[in-house]
């Protein structure tokens, strides 16, 4: 095992863990906007208009295709693109909902705050993973890293190639370490 594997691993482990978090969060945020549209109505509003989004968008197909086979007209396909481009972005069951939900700015209510404690325990992982990292380079062998690892809490299996490994401590948050569960 080699200082760098477990400096790779370090890194490795860190991003499952604000990957984790991120998702973590993320459910509780698209939650919280989908309940907003709930109370507010909006669902059913918008799956009235998607229909009829996506129904225009089929009327225009057919005056496309139609104008196309009359020779007098002789319609140009490249302009169809120019006939069905407006609305071709917002065709599909869920397209005008997705649309909506990712062009609001959610500053009021609750989501501002739901977004705040994303942030703060991201930063709060990446802090901790910084001291990690902060106390591993200053080590001078891969040995003494990874004795340093296994006390902090980190599984170095699978970076380990049989030593044995005798422990150090330091002051770190390990809650914000391994928020994902996974350790290795």
Same mark, same amino acid.
């Given at each position: ?24 969060? &993320?459910?509780?945020?698209?939650? /919280? ?16 208009? @998607?229909? %009829? ?7 225009? @197909? ?18 169809? $693109? ?9 065709? =599909? ?5 997705? $649309? ?7 500053? =009021? =209510? %609750? ?5 705040? /404690? ?11 993973? %910084? ?16 004795? $340093? ?23 770190? &948050? ?11």
């Amino acid at each position: 095992m080699k200082k760098k594997e477990l400096m790779d691993f370090i890194n490795l482990v860190e991003h499952k863990a604000v990957r984790s978090v991120t998702e973590r969060h &993320d459910k509780i945020i698209n939650k /919280a906007k989908e309940e907003l549209f709930v109370k507010g109505g909006y669902n059913e509003r918008i799956a009235r208009i @998607q229909k %009829q989004v996506n129904s225009l968008h089929t009327e225009l @197909q057919e005056l496309v295709l139609n104008l196309n086979d009359n020779i007098e007209i002789n319609y140009k396909k490249y302009n169809n $693109y120019d006939l069905l481009h407006g609305i071709n972005d917002h065709i =599909g069951k869920l397209t005008i909902k997705v $649309y909506t939900v990712s062009h609001s700015n959610f500053d =009021g =209510g %609750q989501i501002p705050l739901l977004v705040k /404690a994303k942030d703060l325990e991201i930063e709060g992982v990446k802090e901790n993973y %910084q001291k990690v990292r902060w106390v591993s380079n200053s080590k001078t062998s891969a040995k003494e890293i990874a004795e $340093y690892l296994e006390v902090v809490g980190f599984d170095i299996s699978s970076v380990k190639k049989g030593d044995d490994c005798v422990a150090l401590s330091v002051e770190l &948050d390990k809650s914000k370490l391994f928020v994902c569960g996974d350790n290795k």
